[in-house]
């Protein structure tokens, strides 16, 4: 068996000139070698062991500043943000009336309360043209050109055999041409010809304006995007009721503002004649309006009439005629329709805003120049108030994040020189001046008057940061206390933080003399900090101590290889000498008796 040593976790088998010592017992001698050079070992090591444990407190100290170093980083992080101005014109905007409208502030924003009403929001124009029977209806054959105009830039779509000629080629083109407007195929659901080309344009206000030029040529539909129109009428599913009557024609020009299909039907009694007959018409709208007129029995043919019995043009008939010939026919129940054609499906307009007495227009539903600093995001029409204030959230946050960071700093200095009455000892780091300098130098910042300021403007108290009544020497932070001066004195919140931060209370974010920040980093600095020092002191500590350990140990196992060669030579010493006697014996043996 080899042969070790427990308390240098040495090798026997690894010494040098082991020579013939293999075994735990020398198989002349019966020694015990084993015992011997652990025994032998472990009296060597001791000054090891001695290093060895001496390593352990080190260590604990370096990992106890390690901590207090993280810990102090983490405190300069969160002194360094509220030392900033910048925290203290965070602004927010809140709405009385979400519904209308919401806001920010940006760090230009004046507190104060602003109530507006808005009058209209900003829209896109959308256009489209009249109805054509199919999406896959000819719009052109490679002749004349789309033109868009939106905002003073026309844009011309070409149809060609690579995009194809039909309205939905033409539909895809325009997307495709980034002509400032989106376009689509709808249906209405009429009878006849239910697709439109729909274009939507891709800005709100009065600059959305759309105007189309189309020039396109030789297809089967020729769309119209620019004026009114009143298509032909046609007869209703299962008309007429007598197959002789003749279809009124539409005349008149179309004013209304919508694009539907108005239905007529033929009261009275059975076949009536024009010219013979009073004919009375009943008639309805998809929008939902109706009416009636009468076509005397004395008409020539020569009178249109408009469909509400006017005389003129108005918003109930708006603007549509019917004219019959003398003579015609037409049977009491005989259905038929009407198509009518508006391209504008809505106008471009601004945003009006009712502030006071001034009304303010904008192209978007997003507003920044209507309230100083303000932006609205207007969502309805209706009236709403914003209120602007110092974001109160914001600037707690960072000074709980201060506290939190102080009070983790404090509770680990203190823990790391704590007395511990059971074992009689004390923390790592205890009665290391620096410290405790450390902790004393941070209870006189936070108890005494901000550099550059006097009396409780410069106090901690004043702004709801005090000192925990358990003696802790941790803060505590009242957040009514910190708003109260905040909602009445925002300035003088901003200038405590920058005297105490920064060492003046016009140090405008930048570090100086006297200020949290540049005791902080007396301490974190990597290049000559107090951190950095006592670490570097351990380092060394714990450097030499391992070469020494090292050359120790390297000690040791010469020492023990000796030792071994020794007892290997004793060992075959024994042998021969056991060989000898034995040898002696039997030569006696052999001696002649007398």
Avoid: C, H
């Amino acid at each position: 068996m080899s042969i070790s040593s427990a308390s240098s976790s040495l090798i026997a088998g690894s010494y040098p000139n082991q020579g013939l010592i293999v075994l735990g017992t020398g198989p002349s001698s019966g020694i015990n070698y084993e015992a011997i050079l652990e025994a032998l070992d472990k009296s060597l090591s001791m000054p090891i062991t001695l290093m060895q444990q001496q390593e352990t407190p080190l260590n604990n100290r370096l990992s106890a500043w390690n901590a207090i170093s993280s810990d102090i980083t983490s405190l300069g992080s969160a002194t360094t943000a509220l030392g900033q101005p910048s925290l203290f014109t965070t602004y927010t905007a809140t709405s009385n009336n979400t519904s209308v409208a919401t806001a920010t502030a940006s760090s230009s924003a004046i507190p104060g309360n602003y109530s507006f009403a808005v009058s209209q929001l900003a829209q896109s124009a959308e256009v489209a043209s009249q109805g054509i029977a199919s999406t896959s209806t000819t719009v052109g054959n490679g002749t004349g050109t789309f033109g868009i105009t939106v905002n003073g830039t026309t844009t011309n779509v070409v149809l060609d055999s690579t995009t194809g000629y039909t309205l939905q080629d033409l539909a895809q083109t325009v997307n495709n041409a980034n002509a400032g407007v989106s376009a689509a195929i709808i249906s209405d659901g009429s009878s006849n010809n239910p697709y439109r080309l729909v274009l939507t344009s891709s800005t709100t206000g009065t600059n959305s304006a759309i105007t189309i030029n189309n020039t396109l040529s030789g297809g089967t539909a020729n769309l119209n995007l620019n004026t009114t129109v009143m298509n032909p009428t046609y007869w209703n599913s299962g008309n007429p009721v007598n197959s002789t009557d003749t279809i009124p024609t539409a005349t008149g020009t179309y004013t209304g503002t919508l694009s539907q299909t108005y239905t007529f039907t033929v009261g009275g009694t059975g076949t009536q004649t024009v010219g013979t007959n009073a004919i009375s018409i009943n008639w309805s709208s998809a929008s939902g309006l109706s009416g009636s007129f009468t076509i005397p029995s004395s008409e020539t043919g020569t009178t249109p009439y408009y469909i509400d019995g006017s005389t003129v043009s108005n918003s109930t008939n708006n603007g549509i005629e019917l004219s019959v010939t003398n003579g015609q026919t037409l049977t009491a129940g005989d259905s038929f329709s009407m198509d009518v054609f508006n391209p504008t499906m809505r106008t471009a307009q601004n945003a009006v805003i009712d502030y006071g007495n001034t009304y303010i227009t904008s192209q978007t539903n997003t507003v920044t120049d209507a309230i100083p600093g303000v932006t609205l995001n207007l969502l309805s029409v209706g009236s709403a108030s914003i209120a602007v204030g110092i974001d109160t959230q914001t600037i707690d946050s960072s000074v709980n994040s201060f506290v939190t960071a102080y009070n983790k700093l404090i509770g680990d200095v203190s823990s790391q020189e704590k007395y511990d009455s059971k074992t009689k000892s004390v923390g790592p780091l205890g009665s290391n001046a620096s410290l405790r300098s450390l902790a004393d130098s941070l209870y006189s910042l936070m108890g005494n008057e901000a550099p550059t300021l006097s009396g409780s403007s410069g106090l901690a108290s004043t702004y709801g940061i005090t000192s925990n009544s358990d003696g802790s020497g941790q803060l505590t932070l009242d957040d009514s206390t910190l708003n109260n001066v905040l909602n009445t004195n925002p300035q003088q919140v901003q200038q405590f933080f920058s005297a105490l931060v920064n060492g003046s209370s016009s140090a405008n974010g930048v570090s100086g003399p006297g200020g949290l920040s540049n005791f902080l980093d007396t301490y974190t600095n990597p290049a000559d900090g107090i951190v950095q020092f006592e670490e570097s002191q351990i380092n060394t500590q714990l450097t030499n101590m391992n070469s020494q350990i090292s050359l120790q140990q390297s000690l040791v196992k010469r020492q023990m290889g000796v030792y071994t060669q020794e007892f290997s030579q004793l060992e075959s010493y024994i042998g021969k000498m056991k060989s000898t006697s034995s040898s002696l014996a039997n030569s006696i043996k052999q001696l002649p008796t007398w």
